[in-house]
């Protein structure tokens, strides 16, 4: 029986047999002449380790991410896809300049950047609190319950949560039939179909990812730092704008620009919630896949131009959001 | 006391498991005992899959396309190496593969259960580009308008007036992927698209239909709660009581009404478009002797046709419509001569035809006008 240690030098094992007598899993497979020989190569070659330590993550990235939004880029610049068989493809710029001159394309481009920016503010706001409240006033061991409590509806699928906004507020919803049962109402108000559905349900399933960074940041706050503002004479006003504000940029950055992100790619939210008016850059780009006779190199197109952007603008965010570091320890 | 793994174990194992990944791609290498189809589900009824098999031996191997985009994906996925044998293409969502050259022409003469098609639509041009035929119509779909019955007077139900007019303002949704082709007959402009001449005077003409009905959505559109897209969220809004009207495609509509008294259903008076969802079988399929032997078995089984009515709530395209129905579901399926003469069958009138991609650009722009 042997192990190997990291100078790539043969040790005894030294995995204890279990409770009821049954050898480790772990000695078996250190036992195991091709698990031997491939540790012994790993842990005698470092570089070999390393490579396969950013290779496989590195190797997954871009075969799941990055080549498939290479074949979206390849795509929409071709003018016709699939290419008939007896005339092969063009190339062609005309479908990212039809983003500047339709309106069909640019209006609901421009609406879906400001949605989401004004998603990523009123995030902040209904997060800010939560957070605050969890990293400062509830205690340390219930801290990690309650944030779980909080992923609770993040268990189930984007689709399931949109559906369940509509049974809440549908004319027959629960809160028109709460309010015309206690004749707050005589009517169905209509609470679906138009900006307050869309940015509700957009925020219920962005808040999460504005929460956690918020609550990670509050928390690594020293409490000695409030008191200390506050025996300062800093009022409660005070100790936000000057103290905790300021500490917690990182998290709103990170928060912002995770927000800011899923906002402007979110399709499933404004398909079932949306109305006449509020349609969103995502179901463009959907329309052009699906309804539009497989117009794949527009649709490709404008995909690749709100990629672009958000992360142009996420970058932005960043930029503004984020403490600049004029000194580095 | 575990035993311990030993080297032939390990190998004994990476060979079973080997095995057993590589057993679809050794089945699909076996011609004649396999049929790959691709398509949705209500057009290949599990039951008929399974009693092929009882009868020929040979497996169908079906993958769902919920849409005629996904189709084409794994149509171009597998290029090179096509694994499709069947595809299932609605009426002129047909035209992208047979552009692409995906689809062969049908050869008649592998399927002996084709006089089983009603003529009118074996012979309309809607299967057929240059005069080739490139699908075999099992159902037949069109545009209707539905309505709750408590709501819409009966001598309103048979008019586009109803969906588009001012009565039902504020409880009506539309889809934009069919609007166009409703608005036409709602305005009277059928012939700029079911007379049209492929000339620049014809496309000058629809093109001006369609700018009009444009207009008209723009300043119209606030009559709606909602544009809607799949059938569900049509039938989410009628069951949540957000709307009264709305006009829809058979397979939205018919779901509705058979769920429901309430619902009605019409033709509209001024008329309506309606298509074909035909089988085709894909240029170089693998296996398609057995592909045609598929299709034929379908259209000689009465019961394809039922299962097919039933969840895709089209009419039937057979000589006995009734066939595989209970006498109470072919009432709730019949249509009358008098409505079916209002519908227009769409058709391709040749491999350049521009009506379709010039719909397709107005539709896109529907919802922001």
Known sequence: ?329 | MIERISRRTILQGAAAVGGMLAMPAIVRGQSGGVVNVLGASQFFPQSMRDRFKQETGITVQYRQGATDASQIFNLLASEGQRETDIVLAYGHRNFPFIAAGYFEEIDESQIPNLNKINPVYLNSPAQKVDGVRYGIPVSAGFMLSVFRNSVVPEAERDTWETVFGDAHAGRLTWRSGGLLLAQIFYHGVQDAWFKFENTPEGVARLEDAFKMIQSWVSQNKHKIVKWYETAAEAQQLFYGNEVDVSQGTTDVVMPLVAADPDYGRAIPKEGAHGFTANYSVTTGAPHRDDAYKFIDFLLGQPDTNGEMIRSAGGVSTMLDTTAGLTEEEAALYAFSEEELSRISWLSILSADDPRFPLQDKYVATLKEV
Do not use: C
């Open chain 1, 1 to 329: 029986m042997t192990d190997m240690k990291s100078d790539g030098v043969a040790a005894p094992a030294t995995m204890p047999p279990t409770g009821r007598g049954r050898r480790h899993w772990a000695a078996a497979l250190q036992q195991n002449a091709v698990y031997a020989a491939l540790s012994r190569v790993v842990l005698a070659h470092p570089r070999v380790a390393a490579m396969l330590v950013v290779g496989i993550p590195v190797l997954w990235v871009v075969v799941w991410n990055v080549l498939p939004l290479i074949g979206m880029l390849r795509i929409s610049f071709l003018d016709e896809y699939p290419a008939r068989i007896t005339q092969g493809p063009g190339v062609t710029i005309e479908h990212y300049l039809s983003l500047f001159t339709e309106l069909a394309a640019y209006r609901p481009f421009l609406r879906t950047m400001g949605f989401a920016l004004a998603v990523v503010l009123v995030n902040f706001i209904v997060a800010l609190p939560i957070a605050y409240f969890l990293a400062k006033r509830v205690p340390r061991n219930w801290q990690i319950r309650l944030l779980i409590l909080v992923t609770v509806p993040s268990w189930v699928s984007e689709v399931i949560r949109a559906f369940s906004q509509i049974l809440l507020l549908a004319s027959n919803g629960a809160i028109n039939i709460t309010l015309q049962w206690s004749g707050v109402t005589s009517k169905p108000i209509q609470f679906l179909y138009n900006w307050f559905a869309v940015g509700g349900g957009t925020i219920y399933v962005t808040v999460l990812f504005m929460l956690v960074p918020l609550y990670a940041a509050i928390e690594k706050i020293p409490n000695q730092v409030l008191e200390a503002a506050s025996d300062l004479g800093a009022s409660k006003l005070q100790r936000f704008f000057r103290v905790t504000l300021p500490l917690i940029r990182d998290g709103i950055a990170t928060g912002a620009v995770l927000v800011f992100l899923v906002s402007t790619g979110i399709y499933t939210v404004p398909v079932l919630l949306s109305g006449p008016d509020t349609n969103l850059f995502a179901q463009v780009i959907a329309a052009q896949f699906y309804e539009s006779n497989l117009a794949w190199p527009r649709g490709a197109a404008y995909s690749v131009a709100m990629f672009a952007t958000a992360l142009l603008i996420a970058a932005l965010l960043n930029y503004l959001i984020r403490p600049k570091r004029k000194f580095r320890s």
